[in-house]
């Protein structure tokens, strides 16, 4: 399995911007398309973003497009999450996750085999 922890994470005001990274360590030559999740106090874990292997597919949930952008660079064994136009209900714990590359990409968190610790978004009105 791979190794994940999540950074960026902060207190922001609406309308403002924060980039999350996720560094991957371990089995990092297979190849896993990468997921960023969040939960928020009392909800249910919710899929945010997914990106491929080569980073030529993308996928966002319809809450935060237009606004979020998830990127990887996989030289650097990281992918980012670029979260723009935050509004208070964006207020989360954001994890990121990784699954076999040899899987069709997914928005359940079930089928995602690593995960990090989290990093809190906290957005302010």
């Known amino acids: 399995q791979v190794q994940l922890v999540e950074s960026g994470g902060g207190l922001v005001q609406a309308g403002g911007s924060l980039r999350l990274s996720c560094a991957a360590s371990g089995r990092t030559r297979s190849s896993y398309y990468m997921g960023w999740f969040r939960q928020a106090p009392g909800k249910e874990r919710e899929f945010v973003a997914a990106?491929?292997?080569?980073?030529?597919?993308?996928y966002n949930t319809d809450s935060v497009k237009g606004r979020f952008t998830i990127s990887r660079d996989n030289a650097k064994n990281t992918v980012y999450l670029q979260l723009n136009s935050l509004k208070p209900e964006d207020t989360a714990v954001y994890y990121c996750?990784?699954?076999?590359?040899?899987?069709?990409?997914?928005?359940?968190?079930?089928?995602?085999?690593?995960w990090g610790q989290g990093t809190q978004v906290t957005v302010s009105s």
């Open positions: 990106i491929s292997w080569s980073g030529g597919t993308t």
């Open positions: 996750a990784a699954a076999s590359a040899a899987m069709n990409i997914s928005t359940y968190s079930k089928d995602y085999a690593s």
